[in-house]
């Protein structure tokens, strides 16, 4: 878990970012935090969850929720958090595809998708 390249679980996606691009156009693997365990049962690898800002928190939680019955299933706490709120608030949207489940673990692949 100290890796420096590429290998970092709540780092940006490698080669789409460049001089001039959109800085909200960002891809990364998260493990989420805070995870429901009663969420978590409803979902498989593969699912697609919204991501989604949690509103009623003062820090501005960053929530993987599932589109089917609206609950969170975790958060999102990554270094550049505060990129990911600016973006969510500006109007940018981005989906989170559950791609690893062990016990109470939950990786998703957080990508652009509006």
Do not use: H, W
Not at 38 to 43: N, R, W
Request: aromatic content about 4%.
């Amino acid at each position: 878990m100290g890796g420096s390249s590429g290998g970092s679980s709540a780092g940006f996606g490698g080669g789409s970012r460049g001089p001039g691009t959109d800085p909200c156009n960002i891809r990364f693997t998260a493990t989420l935090q805070s995870v429901k365990k009663g969420a978590l049962e409803l979902i498989s690898v593969g699912d697609v969850l919204s991501v989604e800002l949690y509103p009623n928190t003062a820090s501005k939680t960053v929530g993987c929720l599932n589109p089917d019955t609206g609950s969170m299933v975790g958060t999102i706490s990554i270094a550049a958090q505060v990129t990911l709120v600016n973006c969510l608030n500006s109007g940018a949207s981005y989906s989170g595809t559950v791609v690893l489940l062990d016990g109470g673990r939950c990786d998703v692949q957080i990508k652009r998708i509006a």
